[in-house]
């Protein structure tokens, strides 16, 4: 299986970007998916993460309100939509699969390759 994330690149502060990411191989149906981002000289940070069902998705405290994780298991493709960025938005984002079937979070992951958003003051 692969993830292909794309979607990103480069906006001012309180614009907006929507992040797909589409599997190809088996479906993503059974499989907890998420975002992560990673920040130049931080750690990489979880910042969103949904179900197989797509019911009561997660985003982390740090995008709330601002970043909405949905899915389209029909199309194998995860979104990331995120509105009013900010400059400490700036990072890659790289999408998630839990390797394993019908099993909860995101702690042994298949990766995407990243892509780069940046958001200018």
């Known amino acids: 299986v692969q993830l292909q994330a794309s979607g990103g690149g480069s906006v001012q502060a309180g614009g907006s970007l929507r992040l797909a990411c589409v599997a190809s191989?088996?479906?993503?149906?059974?499989?907890?998916m998420g975002w992560f981002r990673q920040a130049p000289g931080k750690e990489r940070e979880l910042i969103a993460h949904?179900?197989?069902?797509?019911?009561?998705?997660v985003t982390a405290d740090s995008v709330k309100g601002r970043f909405s994780i949905s899915r389209d298991n029909a199309k194998n493709t995860v979104y990331l939509q995120m509105n009013r960025l900010k400059p400490e938005d700036t990072a890659v984002y790289f999408c998630?699969?839990?390797?394993?079937?019908?099993?909860?979070?995101?702690?042994?992951?298949?990766w995407g390759q990243g892509t780069l958003v940046t958001v200018s003051s």
């Open positions: 998630a699969r839990n390797k394993r079937p019908y099993v909860l979070g995101l702690e042994d992951n298949i």
């Open positions: 191989g088996p479906g993503i149906s059974n499989y907890w």
């Open positions: 949904i179900g197989w069902s797509g019911k009561n998705p």
